[in-house]
């Protein structure tokens, strides 16, 4: 099954945290919304997948079960930081760690863009052998020339970047020390950088959409502003992101035989072939995606058109659901007034807005970093508004007892 060692960290992790936490240590099973948005997507994914194994048995079963323990393992993951997130504290903890990971795969990413033969432990298997980069792993030219760091795809690498930047901005007003913003800022511009290396266009148009409507209609504008200012820098001070960045987006239009590019046009044919070659079987119980490559020779290339074609009404009432519990959370952490659990709420907004756009032309809920981040803004925001409610209800509770007090049931954390 090709068990890796973060596979076997995710599976120890989970069983620690069962046996200390939840056996030992009395804490009940948080069967909240984050439980039942990542055990769904476990079920959606499993129930595709033996489906689609019915139509193409010749595969064999490895494959669909790979898939579906693959699922369990990120099910492990999420099950165990769910339970370790018990207060603001913890929180801040987890954007600190996210924001080390982020920072770390993008300077993979940099590094493999200017040294690809020395990052040869970062490049796919059927493209380097022995730390020698062979043509067109990341690209022989600099127009072609994409960086993917440990990400296993460009685009892949840019949606983790992304929506890594958007966060780490969300934590930016979490600390009032000069010296944390200063540091905070720096490593955004590495995100960015490590983006533009990419040269994926759903990063770029994930990225920018979101900064401009953060820029005009999010509460702090000041720093869409600065962000979008530091990646007119990069563009201007690097000549060769600048040409390849150029080359890419003239790529989608030629104004001149004014004709759309023939990447685009394909796109949309595969839309259109993962519907047309779908059945009533397919809507109702999905095909998973071994099935869907092997019946249309390629992958969807939209999370749009693979939840109803590839994960059927299972995939369609997961999203929708899950959307809708997201979207009353956020809300509910607002409600509950404060003010840091409140800026988490936000950031994860603004993140899963950006992933939504990155969706339109990737098929984020089939790959898997991108849906491991989909997964962790679940978490993030079931804990942040469980954590939010107990102290809204801790603050009334000392109300009714008589205090005045506002020390007693202020908030250790202001923005």
């Given at each position: 099954?090709?068990?890796?060692?973060?596979?076997?960290?995710?599976?120890?992790?989970?069983?620690?945290?069962?046996?200390?936490?939840?056996?030992?240590?009395?804490?009940?099973?948080?069967?909240?919304?984050?439980?039942?948005?990542?055990?769904?997507?476990?079920?959606?994914?499993?129930?595709?997948?033996?489906?689609?194994y019915t139509n193409f048995s010749y595969v064999g079963l490895a494959p669909y079960l790979k898939e579906i323990l693959k699922m369990g393992v990120f099910w492990c993951l999420f099950y165990a930081i769910m339970h370790c997130v018990d207060d603001e504290h913890d929180l801040k903890i987890q954007f600190s760690m996210f924001s080390l990971a982020a920072v770390i795969g993008a300077g993979i990413v940099i590094f493999q863009y200017f040294a690809p033969s020395l990052a040869w432990p970062w490049q796919l298997p059927e493209d380097s052998f022995l730390g020698v980069r062979t043509v067109g792993t990341i690209g022989a030219d600099v127009e072609d020339k994409r960086a993917y760091g440990a990400f296993m795809n460009a685009n892949c690498a840019a949606c983790i970047l992304a929506a890594s930047?958007?966060?780490?901005?969300?934590?930016?007003?979490?600390?009032?020390?000069?010296?944390?913003?200063?540091?905070?800022?720096?490593?955004?511009?590495?995100?960015?950088?490590?983006?533009?290396?990419?040269?994926?266009?759903?990063?770029?148009?994930?990225?920018?959409?979101?900064?401009?409507?953060?820029?005009?209609?999010?509460?702090?504008?000041?720093?869409?502003?600065?962000?979008?200012?530091?990646?007119?820098?990069?563009?201007?001070?690097?000549?060769?992101?600048?040409?390849?960045?150029?080359?890419?987006?003239?790529?989608?239009?030629?104004?001149?035989?004014?004709?759309?590019?023939?990447?685009?046009?394909?796109?949309?044919?595969?839309?259109?072939?993962?519907?047309?070659?779908?059945?009533?079987?397919?809507?109702?119980?999905?095909?998973?995606?071994?099935?869907?490559?092997?019946?249309?020779?390629?992958?969807?290339?939209?999370?749009?058109?693979?939840?109803?074609?590839?994960?059927?009404?299972?995939?369609?009432?997961?999203?929708?659901?899950?959307?809708?519990?997201?979207?009353?959370?956020?809300?509910?952490?607002?409600?509950?007034?404060?003010?840091?659990?409140?800026?988490?709420?936000?950031?994860?907004?603004?993140?899963?807005?950006?992933?939504?756009?990155?969706?339109?032309?990737?098929?984020?809920?089939?790959?898997?970093?991108?849906?491991?981040?989909?997964?962790?803004?679940?978490?993030?925001?079931?804990?942040?508004?469980?954590?939010?409610?107990?102290?809204?209800?801790?603050?009334?509770?000392?109300?009714?007892?008589?205090?005045?007090?506002?020390?007693?049931?202020?908030?250790?954390?202001?923005?």
């Amino acid at each position: 099954m090709n068990i890796g060692y973060d596979d076997l960290f995710c599976i120890v992790l989970f069983l620690a945290v069962f046996i200390r936490r939840n056996m030992m240590g009395g804490i009940p099973i948080r069967l909240g919304y984050s439980f039942w948005v990542i055990t769904g997507f476990l079920g959606m994914v499993a129930i595709a997948a033996f489906s689609g194994y019915t139509n193409f048995s010749y595969v064999g079963l490895a494959p669909y079960l790979k898939e579906i323990l693959k699922m369990g393992v990120f099910w492990c993951l999420f099950y165990a930081i769910m339970h370790c997130v018990d207060d603001e504290h913890d929180l801040k903890i987890q954007f600190s760690m996210f924001s080390l990971a982020a920072v770390i795969g993008a300077g993979i990413v940099i590094f493999q863009y200017f040294a690809p033969s020395l990052a040869w432990p970062w490049q796919l298997p059927e493209d380097s052998f022995l730390g020698v980069r062979t043509v067109g792993t990341i690209g022989a030219d600099v127009e072609d020339k994409r960086a993917y760091g440990a990400f296993m795809n460009a685009n892949c690498a840019a949606c983790i970047l992304a929506a890594s930047l958007i966060l780490v901005l969300g934590a930016i007003r979490f600390y009032k020390s000069v010296l944390f913003k200063l540091f905070t800022f720096i490593l955004c511009i590495v995100l960015l950088i490590a983006l533009l290396m990419t040269k994926s266009r759903s990063g770029f148009m994930m990225l920018g959409m979101t900064m401009v409507l953060m820029a005009f209609f999010g509460r702090n504008r000041k720093i869409p502003w600065i962000v979008l200012a530091a990646g007119v820098l990069v563009f201007v001070l690097f000549a060769d992101i600048r040409t390849a960045f150029l080359a890419r987006v003239s790529d989608i239009y030629n104004p001149e035989s004014k004709e759309v590019s023939g990447n685009v046009v394909g796109r949309v044919e595969i839309w259109k072939q993962y519907f047309e070659t779908a059945d009533m079987k397919t809507f109702v119980f999905g095909q998973g995606v071994i099935s869907g490559m092997i019946r249309n020779e390629t992958e969807s290339h939209s999370m749009y058109v693979a939840l109803p074609t590839v994960y059927g009404l299972g995939g369609m009432v997961w999203a929708v659901a899950s959307l809708i519990g997201f979207i009353k959370r956020v809300r509910y952490t607002k409600y509950f007034g404060n003010p840091f659990l409140g800026q988490v709420a936000t950031a994860c907004l603004w993140t899963l807005f950006a992933f939504s756009l990155y969706g339109a032309t990737s098929d984020a809920i089939s790959s898997n970093y991108p849906r491991y981040l989909l997964l962790y803004l679940a978490v993030l925001i079931d804990r942040s508004c469980a954590i939010a409610r107990e102290g809204y209800l801790s603050a009334g509770m000392a109300v009714l007892d008589g205090y005045s007090g506002e020390e007693e049931i202020s908030y250790e954390s202001t923005v």
